[in-house]
């Protein structure tokens, strides 16, 4: 009886058994088919223009650093910014909250391009005038070093358009880092007191080190978003990689070249951003193990 039984019941499972949908699997083909189509396709596209390529990569790779170089140093100066913002909002004093809370609201509540102008021809022009003027700083620091010729020329516009980036991404950063941080259960806060840890041990052993898990994927998105936006520093004159871009574009009569070069340019900024992408994902996953 049981084999009889077992046979019914595995004829009951095939009879209820979902026949396949062949109308799905042709669309993951077709999906798949036209995905070929376009990559062959563009590569045709880059292939006909190999000519532009060729002669601008080496210049936008050359930009490509710069904006690299400027993202990093701002991105630095943005969590020291943001990390100092987030003690502000969680201390225990109504004077730093406030002063910490208006920094936020006002840089978030402004565009970022106004942040940047005003850096540069409002607290500029009053440094300025106070006889503060970063180019000649940077030249005489690095004169007895013999390296004053890295200095550009336009070191006051990178000097500022560093700081405004900074700062405004710094507001951003404030809200991941202050979120991470009241994350962590205060249970565990509570326990390393009572072991006998001081607040600063408490939060360099046990807070600080959950909350960095948690903080990494919008970490890593501002930290893109900050390299495409090194693209507004452009406007106060820095050469970086949306300027030679734009120079190089410009110019060209053909509306099919000048279309290339813009591509040319953007996938120059998917190499910069992309692999971030990938270490997001490398990080996160890793320090998701002991969890």
């Not at 840890?197 to 600080?208: A, G, K, N, W």
């Not at 994927?217 to 495409?228: G, M, S, V």
Request: glycine share 6%.
């Amino acid at each position: 009886m049981s084999d009889v039984y077992r046979q019914s019941y595995q004829q009951a499972i095939t009879k209820v058994e979902p026949r396949p949908q062949y109308w799905l699997i042709a669309l993951d083909y077709i999906f798949y088919i036209v995905l070929a189509l376009g990559l062959v396709g563009f590569l045709y596209y880059l292939y006909t223009f190999r000519a532009y390529a060729i002669l601008y990569s080496p210049f936008l790779l050359q930009a490509a650093g710069t904006t690299i170089t400027i993202a990093i140093i701002s991105m630095v100066l943005a969590t020291i910014f943001g990390f100092i913002g987030a003690l502000g909002r969680l201390s225990r004093f109504a004077l730093f909250r406030t002063i910490a809370a208006v920094y936020v609201e006002v840089v978030r509540g402004t565009p970022i391009l106004v942040q940047l102008l005003l850096w540069v021809y409002g607290i500029g022009a009053v440094l300025s005038n106070a006889g503060f003027d970063p180019y000649s700083f940077a030249f005489q620091l690095l004169t007895p070093l013999q390296e004053n010729s890295l200095v550009s020329p336009q070191f006051t516009f990178l000097f500022y358009g560093v700081i405004g980036l900074s700062f405004n991404y710094g507001a951003y950063l404030t809200e991941v880092f202050r979120t991470g941080i009241e994350s962590v259960n205060k249970g565990q806060t509570e326990a390393a007191l009572s072991l006998g840890l001081d607040s600063r041990q408490t939060m360099r052993h046990i807070v600080l080190p959950q909350a960095i898990r948690i903080t990494i994927p919008p970490f890593t998105n501002y930290f893109i978003t900050l390299i495409q936006d090194t693209a507004l520093l452009s406007v106060i004159g820095v050469i970086e990689l949306e300027q030679t871009i734009g120079s190089f574009a410009d110019p060209l009569i053909d509306s099919n070249a000048k279309l290339f070069v813009y591509v040319l340019g953007a996938l120059f900024y998917l190499a910069l951003c992309y692999p971030l992408s990938l270490i997001a994902r490398y990080l996160e996953a890793r320090m998701a193990r002991a969890y």
